[in-house]
């Protein structure tokens, strides 16, 4: 399948195109212990990427306690892009991940940006703070 041989903290994953039993095998990828990896996704917000990465794997099988644990281990952050009037992207905003009470992965703006440029912090900013300074 092509993951078999790869260095997870050099890697860069398309989970959008990534049908199924691909986006099981990335998050396993991803859950090796290496530091490093990201990848793309495409859905409406931020928030919604744990909805979608659920009903990815659904379609291989996996239930969605399993997608959520492979999930919240395996991805620290979402940056969402959006597109201003004039067609150009920018970063809308970066949000962290963590399970919350009821075991489901949930996310928390760290950093929202207005198409103006202007940044505002959000409530996810402390965890956001806690990944950064164990990679530094």
């Known amino acids: 399948d092509g993951l078999e041989h790869f260095e997870p903290e050099h890697a860069a994953f398309d989970i959008a195109h990534q049908p199924g039993a691909e986006v099981v095998d990335l998050l396993a990828a991803l859950n090796t212990g290496h530091e490093g990896g990201c990848g793309t996704i495409h859905a409406n917000a931020s928030s919604d990427v744990p909805a979608r990465i659920e009903a990815l794997a659904a379609t291989a099988g996996l ?19 959006t597109r201003r009037a004039d067609g150009s992207r920018y970063v809308q905003r970066v949000d962290v991940l963590s399970r919350s009470g009821s075991g489901w992965v949930e996310t928390a703006p760290a950093w929202l940006v207005a198409a103006d440029g202007r940044v505002d912090v959000g409530a996810g900013l402390p965890r956001w703070r806690e990944l950064t300074a164990a990679a530094a």
């Open 63 to 81: 239930d969605r306690a399993a997608a959520h644990s492979q999930l919240v281990s395996a991805i620290d952050a979402v940056v969402h892009l």
